[in-house]
């Protein structure tokens, strides 16, 4: 016999995003590739988080969270979405939004179901998909507002598809689906009677006035989707991974049971964090997140500008798609070691978003403290 590995270790091959993270620590860069969000994290989340410790809450939780946090989410939910959930049954704490993710594909997904997904997409969505041995396909967004009509919908759809995933404000292109967009995409889902998996991580980062619409709220949404969310990067917490899925109780059982399989619970102290995060932190703190990451969007698109790659300004989210294509190399993926090896700033080839294309496309975040992303401005700049 011939030892090897599984097949399964193709759907999990390392990121472009991680190995561009990889690359730039060894030359000593600043990463704008990978959405670590390293700004401060509350001191009321942190105090909570060690005052649980303290008190002994170091075990294992109930399978989908402790109470507090699942009535904290509930609440939260309801306050900022109209959304209404019962925290008892349609509540399910899991490790980070994209554990919340994969317990839901393998809960509600069969091997060779179809999940509609927009590209350009956030690569985990593929690998979660393919791990729970469905199938993606994929809807191509037009730039630069990146839209989509009808028809493209229609054009893709089959007797095997399950379930589609919309992701606003979305990671890449910083997408906010407009009310008209999720309208057309709820009156798609009714009916073909797919599921709606969301990816909500980005709520609080809109720009130009812009409010979140949680798909789950437009009428026959509600018992069709599954809510996902998470509190990394709201908090600046992406280390914690404490995330959620909000659905009908038909289908949170069945999430809960498989977040118990793969994950027992989330990290148990640092879910008494998030809770207290939730219940103190009002609507002050929320207002100087969008304050303070529309600042930054403006820092990184005028520096952009200037070094002649031209951005797509992004509506939510915090990173921002610019055209690379006047810059050397033969491929994304050359233009974006060659802004490494010149300015040792880091950002993502267009091809980690897309089905095939990006060539022309890189990412870079800007979820920076001030001082980190002025430097790395200036580095571009001086391209």
Not at 47 to 71: H, K
């Amino acid at each position: 016999m011939t030892l090897a590995l599984g097949k399964r270790h193709e759907w999990v091959m390392q990121s472009e995003i991680r190995a561009m993270s990889i690359a730039c620590d060894r030359r000593g860069g600043i990463n704008l590739s990978q959405g670590v969000c390293d700004m401060e994290v509350p001191v009321e989340v942190r105090r909570a988080a060690q005052e649980a410790m303290e008190a002994g809450l170091n075990t294992y939780t109930r399978y989908d969270g402790i109470a507090e946090l699942r009535r904290a989410i509930a609440a939260k939910e309801e306050r900022f979405a109209g959304l209404a959930a019962d925290p008892e049954t349609e509540i399910v704490v899991s490790a980070g939004a994209t554990g919340a993710l994969f317990c839901t594909c393998l809960a509600l997904l069969d091997p060779g179901d179809e999940v509609i997904v927009f590209e350009p997409f956030y690569g985990y969505h593929i690998s979660t998909l393919v791990a729970a041995e469905a199938v993606p396909v994929y809807v191509r967004l037009e730039p630069p507002d990146w839209t989509f009509t009808a028809r493209d919908l229609e054009a893709v759809v089959t007797a095997r598809t399950k379930a589609l995933i919309i992701n606003t404000p979305a990671n890449p292109s910083g997408k906010v689906f407009s009310d008209a967009e999720l309208s057309l995409l709820a009156d798609f889902a009714v009916s073909h009677d797919l599921f709606v998996f969301t990816d909500e991580i980005y709520e609080h980062f809109l720009y130009d006035g812009r409010r979140h619409v949680a798909p789950a709220t437009l009428r026959g949404m509600r018992e069709r989707t599954v809510t996902i969310s998470g509190l990394s990067k709201t908090f600046s917490i992406t280390g914690w991974r404490v995330g959620y899925a909000i659905c009908d109780a038909a289908w949170a059982q069945a999430i809960g049971y498989f977040n118990d399989l793969v994950y027992v619970c989330a990290p148990a102290p640092l879910q008494a964090g998030v809770a207290r995060g939730l219940e103190v932190l009002g609507e002050e703190y929320y207002r100087g997140l969008v304050e303070a990451f529309t600042r930054k969007r403006e820092m990184i698109c005028r520096s952009l500008e200037k070094a002649g790659l031209r951005p797509f300004r992004p509506a939510g989210a915090y990173y921002v798609l610019a055209d690379i294509s006047g810059l050397p190399g033969g491929d994304d993926k050359e233009k974006v070691m060659y802004l490494l090896d010149r300015t040792s700033v880091a950002a993502v080839p267009g091809r980690a978003f897309f089905n095939g294309g990006g060539e022309d496309l890189a990412r870079f975040c800007f979820a920076k403290e001030d001082p980190v992303l002025a430097e790395a401005c200036r580095r571009l700049e001086a391209l």
